[in-house]
C-alpha cells in the first residue's frame, strides 16, 4: 500500500496559500505520524492580485483554519460584502438596477415568497419584500456591530480584500501556526514516475522536492495539470463572451468617504465594470469583450465612470481565458484556482471554486494510492458539475437583458449561446418559481435558488402564478413578510456604518470565539 502522506502544492497566492491552509488545518493530528504538506512558490512569478471579492463560504473556512477575523481585517484592508448591485444590466437606463443579496428569502425553507411578490406586485422590489440586506446596503450599514463575535452577524456577508494582502496573511499563518513547510524555487522540471504519476519537481535553485499528490496551483500557466498531465483545456467563450479586463486601484477623495457594503456592477456597452470600497481605495475594473470593443475605448469607458479621479491612473490589462480543465484531478495531480479555470468575476466564483476544491481534497484524501482513482472520479463530476452551474449563472445575467443597444447585447440573447440546461430551465421558470426543492441537486450549490430569484426578478422576470397554487401558505407568506418588515426596521436603526465599524474592528477588536 503507497499511503498518502506527503502534500506538494506548486505556486502562492490565493490558490495555493487557501488550499495549504485547508489541508494542512483538517489533518493536524496527522502531523506527527509523518503528513506533511509543502507548498513551492516562484520567487520570481508576481501573483496575479486583482479579485477581491469573496463569498460567504470565506468565514466558515477561515474559522476553520483557525484565523483571527480581526487580524484578516486589520492585515489585509479588509471590508465586508452584503451582496452585489447590479445597475444598467436590464434596461440600461439610469434608473435600472436590482440587488443579489447574501441573505436568503425570509422562512425560506418553509415558504415560497415569490408567487406572492408575484401576484400582488407593488412598488416594493422583490429584494425589499424578502429581506432586509438591500435597505442595508442603500444605507451604507455593516452587517454586524462591534459586540458581535467574530464570524457571527446579524446579516449574511463576505468580504472585500486586498488580494495581494491576503495571501501573504495566509502564508504567515500557513507557516507559523498550521505547519506548512514553504520552499521558494523555480520549478523547471515536472519527473513522472514508469505509470505516469509526478513523482518530484526538480528546481532551479538545485532543490528536489517529491511528494504522493501533487496540487497545481500555478495559474494560467498549468505547469502540472497542463504540462504534464496534458489536461485539455475547454473554451466557454462562445457562452461568455468577456475576454479583457482592465484595471486601476483608485484613492478616496477623503479618508473617512463612505465604503459600499457591496460589489458595485455597472453595465457597459460591451461588458460592465466592478467597484468594490476597501478602507483605504477602490478597485475599479472594467471587463468586456475585445470582439464588441477596442481596449482604448474600453479604456475610455472606465475612465469615464471613475471621473476625474481617474486621470493620472494607470490601467493594468488581464486577458481573460474563459473556460476550464476537460479534468481537474489526473492521475496524482489535481487543480485549483487558475489552473483549473477561469470565468469573468461577476459573482466572486473564483475563491469559492478555490475553498470548495481544497475542502473536497482535505475530506476525501485518499489513504493511499491504490485509491486515488476512485476519489478523483468523483471529485472530478461534482467539479464539473459546479463549473457548469457557475457558467448558467452567469450567463442568466446576459440571457435575460432587454438591452438591444449594442452587438454584445444582442449576441448574449441568441438561443445558441445559452446553455441547454439554463435554456431548459428560463422555460421552465416563466411557468414554476425556482425554490429549495426543484432543479438544485447537490448538496453544495454555489448558487442556491435564492440566487436564481433574485437575479430573475430583479431583471424583470416573471413567472406565471396558477389560481389555487398559492392559497395554502398564504398565512405563512404573510407572516414571513411581516417579520422581514420588522427585521429591516430593527437592522436599519441598530447596524453601525460600514467604515465606523471596520474602524471600530481594527482599533478594538471582535470578541474571538
Not at 505516469?196 to 496540487?215: H, K, N, R, T
Not at 460589489?263 to 456597452?269: C, K, P, R
Amino acid at each position: 500500500m503507497h499511503e498518502i502522506q506527503n502534500i506538494v502544492i506548486v505556486g502562492g497566492g490565493t490558490a495555493g496559500w487557501l488550499t495549504a491552509g485547508v489541508i494542512a488545518a483538517k489533518h493536524q493530528a496527522r502531523r506527527q505520524h509523518g503528513f506533511t504538506v509543502t507548498l513551492v512558490e516562484s520567487p520570481n512569478v508576481p501573483t496575479i492580485g486583482v479579485g477581491e471579492g469573496t463569498w460567504p463560504t470565506l468565514r466558515s473556512t477561515l474559522k476553520k483554519m483557525g484565523v483571527s477575523e480581526t487580524e484578516l481585517f486589520r492585515q489585509c484592508d479588509a471590508s465586508f460584502k452584503q451582496g452585489a448591485r447590479f445597475n444598467r444590466w436590464t434596461t440600461g437606463a439610469s434608473d435600472d438596477g436590482y440587488y443579489h443579496p447574501l441573505m436568503l428569502p425570509q422562512h425560506f425553507g418553509q415558504v415560497n415568497l415569490a408567487p406572492h411578490w408575484l401576484a400582488d406586485e407593488g412598488s416594493t422590489t422583490f429584494c425589499d419584500t424578502v429581506t432586509p440586506q438591500g435597505r442595508i446596503c442603500d444605507e451604507g450599514l455593516g452587517p454586524k456591530t462591534i459586540a458581535t463575535p467574530e464570524y457571527d452577524g446579524h446579516a449574511n456577508y463576505a468580504y472585500h480584500l486586498d488580494a495581494g494582502k491576503f495571501s501573504h496573511f495566509l502564508q504567515r499563518h500557513c507557516c507559523d501556526t498550521l505547519g506548512v513547510r514553504h520552499v521558494k524555487a523555480d520549478v523547471t522540471e515536472v519527473r513522472l514516475d514508469e505509470s505516469g504519476d509526478i513523482a518530484s519537481l526538480d528546481a532551479e535553485q538545485g532543490v528536489s522536492i517529491a511528494g504522493d499528490l501533487f496540487v497545481d496551483c500555478t495559474g494560467f500557466a498549468a505547469l502540472l495539470i497542463g504540462g504534464a498531465m496534458k489536461v485539455p483545456f475547454r473554451s466557454c467563450t462562445d457562452v461568455l463572451f468577456c475576454d479583457t479586463a482592465l484595471a486601476m486601484q483608485v484613492p478616496y477623495d477623503l479618508p473617512d468617504d463612505p465604503i459600499a457594503s457591496h460589489t458595485i456592477s455597472t453595465a457597459q456597452s460591451a461588458g460592465w465594470i466592478w467597484d468594490i470600497g476597501l478602507p483605504t481605495r477602490r478597485g475599479v475594473g472594467h471587463v468586456f469583450s475585445s470582439s464588441h470593443i477596442s481596449v482604448d475605448a474600453a479604456e475610455q469607458e472606465l475612465r469615464d465612470y471613475i471621473g476625474p479621479a481617474a486621470r493620472d491612473l494607470t490601467a493594468r490589462r488581464l486577458a481573460i481565458r474563459a473556460g476550464h480543465r476537460e479534468q481537474f484531478w489526473a492521475r496524482n495531480c489535481v487543480a485549483v484556482g487558475l489552473a483549473a479555470g477561469f470565468l469573468e468575476p461577476l459573482e466572486a466564483s473564483a475563491i469559492v471554486l478555490i475553498e470548495l476544491s481544497a475542502k473536497m481534497i482535505a475530506e476525501q484524501m485518499p489513504a493511499c494510492r491504490e485509491v486515488m482513482d476512485v476519489v478523483a472520479r468523483r471529485f472530478n463530476d461534482t467539479t464539473s458539475y459546479r463549473w457548469g452551474r457557475i457558467i448558467d449563472f452567469l450567463k442568466l445575467h446576459y440571457a435575460l437583458t432587454k438591452r438591444t443597444d449594442t452587438e454584445f447585447w444582442r449576441d448574449n440573447v441568441r438561443p445558441e449561446t445559452i446553455p441547454d440546461r439554463l435554456m431548459g430551465l428560463m422555460e421552465l421558470w416563466r411557468f414554476q418559481s425556482p425554490w429549495v426543492h426543484d432543479e438544485f441537486d447537490r448538496a453544495e450549490e454555489v448558487f442556491p435558488s435564492a440566487s436564481y430569484q433574485y437575479v430573475l426578478y430583479g431583471m424583470g422576470a416573471r413567472t406565471a402564478v396558477m389560481p389555487g397554487t398559492i392559497d395554502d401558505d398564504l398565512a405563512l407568506a404573510r407572516r414571513a413578510r411581516h417579520d422581514n418588515q420588522m427585521q429591516t426596521q430593527r437592522l436599519v436603526s441598530s447596524l453601525p456604518g460600514h467604515r465606523d465599524l471596520i474602524d471600530k474592528i481594527k482599533r478594538h477588536g471582535l470578541q474571538s470565539i
